[in-house]
């Protein structure tokens, strides 16, 4: 193999592999552009609407009669036993009841029932205009168990599946469940994405400075995206793009020079 052979061959590796070094930082998302065009939605510190029902979530539910009368006796040590007073929901409040791709939920007594798309308020409702053929004055309380949102704490290379259990977490609480911001993300460029009809809004929140304080209190709903903008790395990026390059140059000279001295 003669010298020239050698150097086309090295150059047309050289080229392949340089138009894959274009993919440094490529694992950063949701980028927005830089002359600062985009606009962003205006932060809503409270949820603007209820959470609503959605498809695979897992409902719990108690019910008892007398709209709740036993609850009240139960607190107060006065509680009688008995059908008309007591907790018919048995093991109501502990099964879980999943809501299926079409929107409907089978519900015990009651058979299939549609609530996606229906608030907790609205659905405990509906369930105790339902019950009042079966129970006198029924009283409901409905739980959504796997209320959740994704976050992306700023390294890059890693998110978490947090659950929401309390319906005023904030968004510090949500970050510090992930281990808070990670060294590498920006406090300064927080995205949070989140369903508001048949689109998600896009929030910016930026906790760099005391004055981001109140944007820290911003309560998360279940379905939102929490997204900490990470700092690019192009060092180190470039010289992880770079070092089968070197290694190919390396291999590639010490070649010509054995061929060379042979």
């Known amino acids: 193999m003669t010298f020239w052979k050698i150097y086309k061959f090295t150059g047309l590796i050289l080229i392949i592999l340089s138009i894959n070094s274009c993919g440094i930082n490529g694992n950063m998302m949701f980028k927005t552009p830089k002359d600062g065009s985009f606009v962003y939605d205006s932060i809503p510190l409270r949820p603007?609407?209820?959470y609503k029902i959605s498809i695979d979530d897992k409902i719990t539910f108690s019910l008892t009669t007398n709209n709740g009368k036993s609850l009240i006796e139960g607190l107060t040590g006065t509680s009688t036993f008995g059908v008309s007073g007591g907790n018919l929901g048995g093991n109501l409040g502990i099964n879980e009841y999943i809501v299926r791709s079409n929107g409907f939920i089978e519900l015990p007594?009651?058979?299939?029932?549609k609530i996606e798309g229906l608030t907790i308020k609205r659905c405990e409702d509906t369930l105790e205009y339902l019950f009042k053929?079966?129970?006198q004055d029924p009283f409901v309380q409905l739980n959504v168990t796997n209320r959740r949102c994704v976050v992306f704490s700023g390294n890059g290379s890693s998110a978490a599946i947090v659950p929401i259990i309390n319906?005023?977490?904030t968004l510090l609480e949500i970050l510090a469940a992930t281990g808070g911001i990670s060294q590498r993300g920006k406090a300064?460029?927080?995205k949070v994405f989140r369903k508001v009809g048949e689109k998600r809004e896009i929030y910016h929140i930026d906790v760099s400075t005391i004055d981001g304080?109140?944007?820290a209190d911003m309560i998360i709903q279940g379905n939102d995206y929490i997204y900490v903008e990470p700092?690019?790395?192009i060092i180190m990026g470039?010289?992880?793009e770079w070092a089968p390059i070197s290694s190919l140059i390396t291999a590639s000279v010490l070649i010509f020079t054995l061929i060379k001295t042979l």
């Open 167 to 169: 319906l005023n977490t």
């Open 48 to 50: 603007q609407e209820d």
């Open 231 to 233: 700092r690019p790395q």
């Open 238 to 240: 470039a010289i992880a």
């Open 133 to 135: 053929n079966q129970y």
């Open 109 to 113: 007594v009651l058979g299939d029932l």
């Open 213 to 215: 304080l109140k944007y």
């Open 188 to 190: 300064r460029v927080i």
